[in-house]
C-alpha cells in the first residue's frame, strides 16, 4: 500500500508540475542581442507552461559548461538547443526542431578554401567538439585536419561575425544568411544541418511531451526562430554519424569473369561406372 501511495504522488508531480523551466542554448542561432534571446526564451517558456497546465519560465545560456551543469543539477526541463551540441550528449528527448539551416564560410581577403590555409578560423561554441565539427560535420573530411591553423569556439554567430570583420579571426563557419560587416565575403557554401531543437529532460512523462507538441502548432517566434515543428531524433542523429568520417579507401578492381560450361568440360570424357545388379542380390539358400 505504501509503494502505491509512493506511486500516485510521483505521478501527480509529473503530470501537475506548477512550473517549468525552458533554456536556451543556442550559439549558432544569429540572434540579434542577448535581449532578443532572452525574450525569445521567456515567450517559449511561458507557452510551454500553459501546455503543461502550469507555468512556464525562461533560461538563457551563454556556455557549454553552465547548461550542462543546469541540466545535471535537474534545473531545466525543456530546452531549445543547438543541434551540433545535442550530436555529442544524451539524456534527452527530441519534441520538435526548427528547419534546416545551410552554412557558410566566411573570410576576410579570401575568394577559396586554398587562400585559407594555415588560417584562424572561428564556430558557434558546440560543447568542445568545433574541430570535428567544422572538417567533418561541415567538411566532410575533404581537408586534412592540419589545414587550418587552429579552429577556435566563439560565443555565438554574432562574436564570430564581429572578429573577422575586426580581424581579429582569418575566417568563420557560421549558418548562411547572416549579415556581414564589409570586407567579409563568403568563400564557400556548406551543407545544411538540423538547427536548435527543443528538447526534455528528466521525468518529463510522453503525455507531456506530446502536449508541449501539440501547443507548438500555435506558437509563433521571432525572425530568428520562427517555428518549432514536431520531430523525432533523426536530424540530431545525423548529425553525429558525420562527426566520425569513415576511412576512405582505393577502388578495388573485381576481374570480369566469365566462364562458360562448355570451356570447362572440353576435352573430357565422363563415364559412371555401372555395378552389376547381381552385386546386391544373395543367392538363395545361403
Request: proline share 7%.
Amino acid at each position: 500500500m505504501k509503494r502505491l501511495v509512493i506511486a500516485l504522488l510521483l505521478v501527480a508531480s509529473t503530470v501537475h508540475a506548477d512550473t517549468v523551466t525552458v533554456g536556451l542554448f543556442a550559439p549558432s542561432a544569429p540572434f540579434p542581442s542577448t535581449a532578443a534571446r532572452v525574450e525569445l526564451a521567456n515567450r517559449l517558456g511561458d507557452h510551454v507552461g500553459r501546455a503543461l497546465g502550469g507555468t512556464g519560465t525562461g533560461r538563457v545560456y551563454a556556455r557549454a559548461g553552465d547548461f550542462a551543469g543546469a541540466i545535471k543539477r535537474g534545473e531545466v526541463q525543456v530546452a531549445l538547443v543547438d543541434a551540433a551540441f545535442l550530436a555529442g550528449t544524451g539524456g534527452y528527448t527530441v519534441i520538435a526542431a526548427t528547419p534546416s539551416q545551410s552554412w557558410q564560410l566566411v573570410a576576410r581577403g579570401a575568394t577559396r578554401i586554398a587562400d585559407l590555409r594555415g588560417k584562424h578560423v572561428l564556430v558557434p561554441s558546440n560543447g568542445g567538439h568545433e574541430t570535428d565539427f567544422v572538417l567533418n560535420v561541415l567538411l566532410g573530411g575533404e581537408v586534412p585536419r592540419d589545414f587550418f591553423a587552429k579552429i577556435e569556439a566563439a560565443s555565438d554567430t554574432a562574436a564570430a561575425i564581429s572578429a573577422v570583420g575586426l580581424g581579429k579571426a582569418d575566417a568563420a563557419v557560421v549558418p548562411a544568411g547572416s549579415e556581414l560587416p564589409a570586407g567579409t565575403t563568403q568563400v564557400i557554401t556548406l551543407p545544411a544541418i538540423a538547427g536548435p531543437t527543443l528538447v526534455a529532460y528528466g521525468a518529463l512523462s510522453a503525455p507531456q511531451r506530446a502536449q508541449i507538441a501539440a501547443a507548438l502548432a500555435s506558437w509563433r517566434g521571432d525572425a530568428t526562430v520562427a517555428t518549432l515543428a514536431p520531430s523525432s531524433g533523426d536530424p540530431v542523429r545525423a548529425i553525429t554519424r558525420r562527426f566520425s568520417i569513415p576511412p576512405k579507401r582505393g577502388p578495388f578492381a573485381v576481374p570480369g569473369a566469365r566462364l562458360v560450361v562448355s570451356d570447362l568440360v572440353e576435352g573430357r570424357t565422363f563415364a559412371i561406372e555401372r555395378t552389376p545388379p547381381t552385386a546386391f542380390a544373395v543367392a538363395p539358400g545361403k
